[in-house]
């Protein structure tokens, strides 16, 4: 059974910094495509970040330049180091594992087959 727990959400102020971890169980992050989504309530959950297991990385447009996903291969690991955080920025972020992605803008993917429970990023103005 796959498990995907999220850590490291929480309050911070608009161009602060936040770190995200994801670590996984029953699954090796380093064999699959994993990645981070966000919501907001009232809309649909959006794609932020993805690193596959040849380590191609894309990033939604909204937050290149200040996102950066990483994977740790010893821990079984992703993370997301968030930086000149934004009040849209705001959301609950998910990690999510086994998935597509096709670069473009706006970033497709498809559905991933597993989802972590959820983090809470609040970023105040």
């Known amino acids: 059974q796959v498990q995907l727990v999220e850590s490291g959400g929480g309050l911070v102020q608009a161009g602060g910094s936040l770190r995200l971890s994801c670590a996984a169980s029953g699954r090796t992050v380093k064999d699959t495509t994993m990645g981070w989504f966000r919501q907001v309530p009232g809309k649909e959950r959006q794609f932020v970040a993805s690193?596959?297991?040849?380590?191609?990385?894309v990033y939604a447009d909204s937050v290149k330049g200040r996102f950066t996903i990483s994977r740790d291969n010893a821990k079984n690991t992703v993370a997301l180091q968030m930086s000149s955080l934004k009040p849209e920025d705001t959301a609950v972020y998910y990690c999510?594992?086994?998935?597509?992605?096709?670069?473009?803008?706006?970033?497709?993917?498809?559905?991933?087959?597993?989802w972590g429970q959820g983090t809470q990023v609040t970023v105040s103005s």
């Open positions: 999510a594992a086994e998935f597509w992605t096709l670069s473009g803008s706006p970033v497709r993917t498809g559905s991933p087959r597993y």
């Open positions: 690193i596959t297991w040849s380590d191609t990385i």
